[in-house]
Nanobody, 122 residues
Framework: QVQLVESGGGLVQPGGSLRLSCATS????????MGWYRQAPGKERELVATINSGGSTNYADSVKGRFTISRDRPENTVYLRMNNLKPEDPAVYYC????????????????WGPGTQDTVSS
């Protein structure tokens, strides 16, 4: 069974930085798209950034120029570097995996990690 686990959240001051990591476990040979989403209290979950198997990235307008998504393909791990954090960035950040190859089948599963809390406070 494929699982995702996020790490790296925490408390930082405005303007600070955090690096989130998302590790995968289970039978995975390759992954189609991985991404980060976030959900603040009282709000819907929203896209932060995605990266596909070719390395193409997509960012929400609110984080462009501040956040960088990257992936370690051999380790099937995805990262989110968050710089210049703002008071509107705090949320639970969720890792997402959409589609993977398990060595036998191409799976179309859309999987989520449990989330990691990011807090920005002065």
């Amino acid at each position: 069974q494929v699982q995702l686990v996020e790490s790296g959240g925490g408390l930082v001051q405005p303007g600070g930085s955090l690096r989130l990591s998302c590790a995968t476990s289970g039978r995975i040979f390759s992954i189609d798209t991985m991404g980060w989403y976030r959900q603040a209290p009282g709000k819907e979950r929203e896209l932060v950034a995605t990266i596909n198997s070719g390395g193409s990235t997509n960012y929400a307008d609110s984080v462009k120029g501040r956040f960088t998504i990257s992936r370690d393909r051999p380790e099937n791990t995805v990262y989110l570097r968050m710089n210049n954090l703002k008071p509107e960035d705090p949320a639970v950040y969720y890792c997402n995996l959409e589609g993977y190859y398990d060595g036998t089948y191409c799976r179309t599963d859309n999987l989520w990690g449990p989330g990691t809390q990011d807090t920005v406070s002065s």
